[in-house]
């Protein structure tokens, strides 16, 4: 083992001992620190071009190991964005017309438009699915990647709430 990977394994251990010790002095509200940390630098033991080591850093990135919600809230947000500007783009069908921006000639009409999509992407990331729109064509695609990643991030939020307010 390199010297480097070798003060990892040290630092993780340490960070564990350090959270155990806290979790039995019931220091929970900065025990969450310890426990990130130590997830930090497992990953950097692990082989740099590796499918494990690329998991944990999206994990990270996107709930800190569970230890930082608000990172998930902003990824939810950013998502929700995101696939807004892909119905924006593709369409959404309202009242037997398609809404998109090719079908738009002012700004009002383009604020419309990207108001729609963001309400149709909140409703579809939350999956209430109220059925006033209707994704057609290629956003039927989108709409349904949409569900699956909402439904995950929203199940993940409850679950890293629950953890840290059970601590």
């Known amino acids: 083992m390199s010297n480097q990977k070798q003060l990892y394994a040290e630092a993780e251990e340490i960070y564990r001992s350090i959270g155990r010790v ?9 025990l969450g620190w310890f426990l990130y940390r130590e997830m930090v ?8 071009l590796s499918l494990p080591r690329f998991l944990s850093k999206i994990i990270d990135l ?3 190991y569970g230890e930082k919600p608000m990172r998930l809230i902003s990824t939810a947000i950013i998502a929700i964005i995101s696939f807004a500007m892909l119905y924006a783009v593709v369409g959404l ?9 090719a079908k738009t000639s002012s700004p009002t ?3 419309e438009v990207f108001s729609n999509a963001i309400y149709f992407s909140t409703v ?10 209707t994704p057609v064509g290629f956003s039927r695609l ?7 990643t909402g439904s995950f991030t929203v199940a993940l ?6 953890r840290r307010m059970t601590r």
């Open 22 to 30: 806290m979790r039995n002095q019931g220091m929970t509200a900065e």
């Open 41 to 48: 630098t497992h990953r950097k033991q692990l082989p740099k």
């Open 62 to 64: 996107f709930c800190g």
């Open 93 to 101: 069908q309202y009242n037997g017309e398609i809404n998109n921006l």
């Open 109 to 111: 009409e383009i604020i």
């Open 124 to 133: 579809t990331f939350t999956t209430l699915g109220y059925g006033d729109f």
């Open 142 to 148: 989108i709409a349904s990647i949409q569900a699956i």
């Open 157 to 162: 939020f409850v679950v890293v709430f629950v």
